[in-house]
C-alpha cells in the first residue's frame, strides 16, 4: 500500500499577457506550487493552483499548453543538489 496519496492538480499561469493551464502530480496544492515556481522560466507567472483528481494511475502527464512554463536549463540545474547530504 502507498504511504502517501499523490493528486492532480491544474496550475493556471499567465505568460506575455496569456493565461494558459498544465496538469501537475503532486502530494499537496502547496507542493504543486512550489515546483511550478522552483521550475518556471522568468516570464512566466503562477495563477492560480487548483485539486483536479487524485492521481490514482500515477501517470505523469505535463505541459499540454502550446508552449511549456518550464525552463530546460532550470529543471536540469536541480540535479547539482546533493541529496544525501545531511
Known amino acids: 500500500t502507498l504511504m502517501w496519496q499523490n493528486y492532480i492538480f491544474g496550475l493556471h ?3 506575455d499577457g496569456k493565461l494558459y493551464y498544465d496538469e501537475l502530480p503532486a502530494e ?3 507542493e504543486a506550487a512550489e515546483y511550478f ?5 522568468d ?3 503562477l495563477v492560480r493552483v487548483e485539486l483536479v483528481r ?3 494511475g500515477g501517470v ?8 511549456s512554463p518550464f525552463d530546460p ?4 540545474r536541480r540535479t547539482d ?3 544525501n547530504a545531511r
Open 13 to 15: 499561469w499567465k505568460h
Open 28 to 30: 499537496s496544492k502547496d
Open 37 to 41: 515556481i522552483d521550475h518556471c522560466r
Open 43 to 45: 516570464d512566466v507567472s
Open 54 to 56: 487524485p492521481d490514482d
Open 60 to 67: 505523469r502527464e505535463y505541459a499540454h499548453s502550446p508552449i
Open 73 to 76: 536549463l532550470k529543471a536540469r
Open 81 to 83: 543538489i546533493d541529496e
